[in-house]
C-alpha cells in the first residue's frame, strides 16, 4: 500500500464488532497495518458498549448480527456520539431498520481493498449535522456521583453506624427517613 494510505489512518481509532474470529483478526490486522488504533475485536454487543465507553472513536466497523443478536444498540450508541458506522455483514440492506438505510454497507464475503476504501472515505468525510446535535442533559442538581449515590442507597439500606460515646462499642442507629436532594 502507498504510504499516502497508510498515513491516512495513523492515529484514527476505530472499533471492530464482529463475532467470526477470523474475519475479525483479519480487520483488525488490516486497519492496525494501516496505522489505525484498534479497539476489538468485540464479539457481541455487551462487550462492544464496554469495549467504547466514552472514548474517543473516529469510526466502526460492525457485523449486524452477533450470536443471535443485533448490533444496533450500538449503532444508535455510536451514532449518538458522532461516530461513522460502517456495516460489513452478510444482511442485505432489505434488513436494515430505516434509520440505517443511508449507512455504509458491505456485504460478506467483501474485498478488503473495498473495506479499507470505505473506511478512509469515512475518516475523511465532514459528518452530517444532525450527527452533531446533543442531546438534553439534566440539569446538574439532579446529577449525583457514583459515590453519593451508592452512599445514599448504603445509608438507606443499612442506616448509620457510631460509636457509642459512652461504651466505646459500636452502635447502629436506624434510617429516620429517606430525604431526597431537591
Known amino acids: 500500500m502507498a504510504v499516502e494510505e497508510t498515513a ?5 481509532r476505530i472499533v471492530v ?13 488490516t486497519l492496525r ?11 457481541t454487543p455487551f462487550y462492544a458498549m464496554h469495549l467504547i465507553g466514552r472514548k474517543k472513536i473516529d469510526a466502526a466497523v460492525l457485523d449486524v448480527r452477533l450470536h443471535g443478536t443485533t448490533v444496533f444498540e450500538v449503532a ?8 461513522p458506522i460502517l456495516f460489513a455483514t452478510a444482511s442485505d440492506r432489505k434488513a436494515m431498520p430505516g434509520r440505517f438505510q443511508e449507512t ?3 456485504e460478506k464475503p467483501y474485498d478488503r481493498k473495498k473495506l479499507v476504501n470505505e473506511i478512509h472515505a469515512m475518516t475523511r468525510r465532514p459528518l452530517p449535522r444532525a450527527m452533531h446535535v446533543a442531546r438534553p442533559v439534566p440539569s446538574s442538581n ?13 445509608r438507606g ?26
Open 157 to 182: 439500606a443499612c442506616g448509620s453506624v457510631s460509636w457509642g460515646a459512652d461504651s466505646g462499642r459500636r452502635t447502629r442507629q436506624q434510617p429516620q427517613g429517606r430525604q431526597d436532594p431537591e
Open 76 to 83: 444508535d450508541m455510536l451514532r449518538d456520539q458522532g461516530v
Open 142 to 154: 439532579l446529577l449525583e456521583a457514583p459515590a453519593q449515590v451508592f452512599a445514599r442507597a448504603w
Open 33 to 43: 497495518d494501516l496505522g489505525a488504533t484498534v479497539l476489538g475485536p468485540a464479539p
Open 8 to 12: 491516512d489512518l495513523n492515529g484514527k
Open 17 to 29: 464488532v464482529e463475532d467470526d474470529f477470523f474475519l475479525a483478526t483479519d480487520i483488525c490486522r
Open 104 to 106: 455504509p454497507l458491505l
